[in-house]
T-cell receptor, first 113, second 115 residues
């Protein structure tokens, strides 16, 4: 059974700091891994999708890496801003049909001005 | 392009009642998935529909059911509501193309409170 774990559960940093969020999964047989952002009481916004054959993806100040063999992914946020404050979730797709995602519990990020 | 829409946004029901939630996917998206989010269990997969057929199913009791219409809109139904069904129900749609490339686009959710 696939399990996804995110560490830390919560993180508070001063504005401008670079930070890394961690995600690990127990079964390396994944089709892709996605990072999402969720603002309080809202739906999820997709940030990055990494296919199983890829090692990393970048979008602006965000960089996500994937190491399938070790069951790990990291989300790197450069020069953090107060607007980055949200819960960050990683999710793995466990079949080739894409519609079923297994989520981690999320990392709640607070960026202080 | 309009995003995923969910109605209603908020709902209050009492134990034993049933509820129907609706999700309209992004135009052209044929896959619709449903998730339940609670503080204790996090986000859990309920089921996925593609071309009016349930393609994947999570580990939820039979009280949770869904369907998809020919225009890809989807509904989920929860019968005999329990207090533990209080949650944020999220719907996601995706454009089915090449396996491994489907980004999930989520709606704002329906917050259900069972009293």
């Amino acid at each position: 059974k696939q399990e996804v774990t995110q560490i830390p559960a919560a993180l508070s940093v001063p504005e401008g700091e670079n930070l890394v969020l961690n995600c690990s999964f127990t079964d390396s047989a994944i089709y892709n891994l996605q990072w999402f952002r969720q603002d309080p009481g809202k739906g999820l916004t997709s940030l990055l999708l990494i296919q199983s054959s890829q090692r990393e993806q970048t979008s602006g100040r965000l960089n996500a890496s994937l190491d399938k063999s070790s069951g790990r992914s990291t989300l790197y946020i450069a020069a953090s801003q107060p607007g980055d404050s949200a819960t960050y979730l990683c999710a793995v797709s466990v079949n080739n049909q894409g519609g079923k995602l297994i989520f981690g519990q999320g990392t709640e990020l607070s960026v202080k001005p | 392009k309009a995003g995923v829409t969910q109605t209603p946004r908020y709902l209050i029901k009492t134990r034993g009642q049933q509820v129907t939630l609706s999700c309209s996917p992004i135009s052209g998206h044929r896959s619709v998935s449903w998730y339940q989010q609670t503080p204790g269990q996090g986000l859990q997969f309920l089921f996925e529909y593609f071309s009016e057929t349930q393609r994947n199913k999570g580990n939820f009791p039979g009280r949770f059911s869904g369907r998809q219409f020919s225009n890809s809109r989807s509904e989920m139904n929860v019968s005999t509501l329990e207090l533990g069904d209080s949650a944020l129900y999220l719907c996601a749609s995706s454009l089915v193309s090449v396996a491994g490339l489907e980004t999930q686009y989520f709606g704002p959710g329906t917050r259900l409170l069972v009293l």
